[in-house]
C-alpha cells in the first residue's frame, strides 16, 4: 500500500498508539472530579498542558485543547467577532482558506458581520499588501492559513502579523493545521494572536487538537456549561487524547528537525517526474510547502483516477476532505483563477516522513499507466 493523503489525515505512530492506551486505561477519572483518581488524572493534564506550551513556546494558560482544527478555528474565529463585536463588526480572511473558516465567516455575515474575502494570486498566495490595504478602524479579525491544504502554498504570515499589529483592534488567526511539523512558524518571534492546530494531521488521533489564544485575549465560548479549559471550552477533558496529541507533537517536531530536507526532496521529485507528463498540468507552487503536490490531468474526472489508482492499492484525494459541495469541483482552485477543464480535473498528492523514494517511483509508473489507460490509450494491467 501506498499512502499519499496525508494532509486528509496521518496514520498514528505506534508511540502515540502506545501512550493513548495507557492513559485510557490507568487515568480514566475525570479530572474534575474530587477523589484522589481525579486529581491524579489532573496532575497529568497540568503536565501534559505544560509539555504542549515548552514546545511551542508559549505559556501554559494560552493553550485551550479541542477536538481538532475545524473547532479550533471556529473557537478563534467566531470567539473574537462575538466578543469584540462593540469595537467593530469587519472582519478579513482570503478566498482559498479552508471550509472550516470560509464557512464560519459565513456564518458571521448571516448574523450582520462584514467580511472582505481577500483575492490571491495564480498559485493561491495572499499579498500582504492588499490584507493593509482592507484594514478598517472597524476591523477585529484576520483570519490566514499557514499553508493552503489544497496546493500547499505557504503564506507569508510574519509579514502578515508585522502589518496587523499596528492595529491594535484587530487580532490576527493562523490556521496551522497543514503546516505543523512540516513548515516551522515560531509563535515566539511571529505577533500572531490565535494558532489552531489539529492531532490526526500530525499522526496523532481524530478529536484532538489545540488553539492557541495569547494571554490577556478574551474569546466568546462555543460550548457553555463547566467552564472547562479556562471558561472557553466546557465539558469532560480527553486526557487520553491529550497525552496523545503532545507525544504527537513532539515526534513530529523531531522529524521536522530531522527529516524536513528529505521529505522536501521527494516531494521536488514527484514534482519533476510529474511536470514531464503530457498533459498534465501543475498546480502547486514549485516552492510551496514540502508535502502537497496538486496537479490537474484536464480530460480526466479525479474521482475516476482516485478510484483507478486505488486499484494498484496507491491512495490519493482530489481535494480538501472537509469539502462537500461541488465534488468535482476545487473552489480553491477557482479562487486562483484556473480555467474550467483544470479546475473540474485537479488532484492532491500529500506527503509524510514515513513515504520514500521508492514509493514515488511505483506511483509515477501506475498513474501514467492509469493515464494512459483512461485515455483509451492504453492497457490498465
Not at 39 to 59: F, H
Not at 315 to 324: E, L, P
Request: proline share 4%; with cysteine.
Amino acid at each position: 500500500m501506498i499512502y499519499f493523503d496525508n494532509s486528509a489525515t496521518t496514520k498514528p505512530y505506534p508511540e502515540v498508539l502506545e501512550v493513548f492506551q495507557k492513559a485510557s486505561g490507568r487515568y480514566f477519572a475525570n479530572p474534575s472530579s474530587p477523589h484522589a483518581l481525579g486529581a491524579e488524572a489532573e496532575r497529568l493534564m497540568i503536565q501534559t498542558r505544560k509539555k504542549i506550551a515548552e514546545q511551542m513556546e508559549v505559556k501554559e494558560r494560552e493553550i485551550i485543547f479541542t477536538s481538532g482544527g475545524t473547532e479550533g478555528n471556529n473557537l478563534a474565529i467566531k470567539g473574537i467577532a462575538l466578543q469584540h463585536q462593540t469595537r467593530g463588526r469587519h472582519i478579513i480572511t482570503s478566498s482559498v482558506e479552508h471550509p472550516s473558516v470560509i464557512e464560519a465567516f459565513k456564518g458571521l455575515e448571516q448574523l450582520g458581520f462584514e467580511v472582505t474575502y481577500v483575492e490571491v494570486d495564480r498559485h493561491g498566495y495572499v499579498d500582504p499588501v492588499e490584507i493593509e490595504k482592507e484594514i478598517r478602524k472597524d476591523t477585529i479579525l484576520i483570519s490566514i492559513m499557514s499553508v493552503n491544504n489544497e496546493l500547499g502554498t505557504i503564506q507569508p504570515i510574519k509579514e502578515i502579523a508585522d502589518i496587523t499589529s499596528r492595529f491594535p483592534k484587530a487580532y490576527f488567526h493562523v490556521d496551522h493545521v497543514q503546516g505543523q511539523g512540516k513548515t516551522p512558524l515560531s509563535l515566539k518571534k511571529a505577533k500572531v494572536d490565535l494558532f489552531t492546530v489539529s492531532g490526526h494531521k500530525i499522526h496523532g488521533f481524530k478529536g484532538t487538537g489545540v488553539l492557541f489564544v495569547r494571554e490577556g485575549i478574551k474569546l466568546f465560548p462555543l460550548f457553555h456549561g463547566g467552564g472547562h479549559e479556562m471558561n472557553l471550552r466546557s465539558g469532560t477533558e480527553n486526557l487520553p487524547g491529550m497525552i496523545a496529541f503532545s507525544k504527537a507533537l513532539q515526534l513530529i517536531n523531531i522529524k521536522q528537525n530531522e527529516e524536513v530536507n528529505e521529505l522536501r526532496n521527494l516531494r521536488n521529485y514527484l514534482f519533476t517526474k510529474l511536470q514531464q507528463l503530457d498533459g498534465v498540468v501543475i498546480n502547486s507552487p514549485e516552492d510551496g510547502a514540502p508535502h502537497i503536490l496538486n496537479l490537474s490531468v484536464p480530460g480526466i474526472k479525479p474521482e475516476v483516477m482516485v478510484h483507478a489508482l486505488a486499484e494498484d492499492e496507491i491512495y490519493i484525494s482530489t481535494k480538501s476532505a472537509c469539502s462537500s459541495k461541488h465534488p468535482d469541483r476545487s473552489a480553491v482552485l477557482q479562487a486562483c483563477g484556473v480555467s474550467e477543464e483544470v479546475m473540474v480535473s485537479a488532484l492532491r498528492i500529500s506527503l509524510s516522513y514515513q513515504n520514500n523514494r521508492s514509493e514515488a517511483d511505483a506511483f509515477i509508473k501506475s498513474f501514467k499507466r492509469t493515464v494512459a489507460y483512461l485515455k483509451g490509450k492504453g492497457d490498465k494491467s
